[in-house]
């Protein structure tokens, strides 16, 4: 990468979203991602937006579609899903028993 590059709109976003990820993954408080984004948005170079993440880690390509955390949070949700769904059966039947 050459970093003297004048860093494009598409450069700015894909910093902007990776901060956050590292914002949601509990790396950067809410004050930091702040200072970081603005700091995206008046960068000039691909060098300036490399600077803003270069004490962080790689973080996987979330288009992967080898996600496990996607799986995992869509297994929850259905969990969840399929424990209130049951809940309202049970009370459904209670309601009918006792009337």
């Given at each position: 990468?050459?970093?003297?590059l004048r860093a494009s709109d598409d450069?700015?976003?894909?910093?902007?979203a990776e901060l956050?990820?590292?914002t949601t993954a509990g790396r950067l408080t809410?004050?930091?991602f702040s200072d970081r984004a603005?700091?995206?948005?008046?960068?000039?170079?691909?060098?300036?937006?490399?600077?803003l993440t270069r004490d962080?880690?790689?973080l996987p390509d979330p288009t992967t579609d080898g996600d496990?955390?996607?799986?995992h949070g869509r297994r929850e949700l259905l969990m969840v899903f399929a424990a209130a769904a049951l809940t309202l059966l049970l009370l459904g039947?209670?309601?009918a028993v006792t009337r």
């Open positions: 990468m050459d970093v003297e450069d700015r976003n894909r910093v902007v956050h990820r590292h809410l004050d930091e603005g700091a995206v948005w008046t960068a000039r170079t691909l060098g300036d937006l490399a600077a962080l880690p790689a496990e955390s996607v799986g039947g209670f309601i």
